[in-house]
């Protein structure tokens, strides 16, 4: 095959599946966080941290789902400044969740300081569709977690 690798449908238990090359043996051990801030009335942030991926999705999306269920939240500022690893299943979620706002009047808006992370969405094209920060005070939201500590 000429030094390409065939890749199986069915992997090993333990085999990588992963694109930045870790090993995916099926654990959630990969530092996932996810916390819903509400800053002022009518807009939350959600600060996620770790590898989000097809391991953590459903515990993402149901997040999102809250918020976008919720009749009092008109704008969700996403903080992915913690975020390691992002995979598809993961950018699917937070289509998913603008579209659904953006259905009912409300916003999405994404906060990526890491330039590997902001690349996923300037090579897919996705950079057209959220608006990109590259930190919570260029999204024009308050420093949430110095408020949060604050009690």
């Known amino acids: 095959m000429d030094g390409e690798r065939e890749v199986s449908p069915h992997r090993a238990p333990g085999s990588s599946s992963r694109m930045d090359g870790r090993a995916d043996d099926g654990a959630h051990d990969d530092g996932f966080q996810i916390e819903v801030v509400d800053t002022w009335p009518g807009i939350a942030v959600v600060a996620?941290?770790?590898?989000?991926?097809?391991?953590?999705?459903?515990?993402?999306?149901?997040?999102?789902?809250?918020?976008?269920?919720?009749?009092?939240?008109?704008?969700?500022?996403?903080?992915?400044?913690?975020?390691?690893?992002?995979?598809?299943?993961a950018i699917g979620v937070i289509l998913g969740a603008k579209k659904r706002l953006v259905a009912s009047g409300r916003d999405l808006e994404l906060v990526v300081g890491n330039p590997d992370i902001r690349r996923i969405f300037e090579i897919t094209m996705l950079d057209r569709i959220f608006a990109l920060h590259a930190t919570l005070a260029e999204a024009g939201i308050a420093d949430y977690k110095a408020a949060s500590t604050e009690g």
């Open 48 to 89: 996620v941290a770790g590898d989000v991926d097809l391991h953590s999705a459903p515990e993402f999306r149901e997040a999102l789902s809250k918020l976008a269920d919720s009749d009092t939240t008109r704008q969700v500022t996403l903080d992915l400044s913690d975020v390691t690893f992002l995979d598809s299943m």
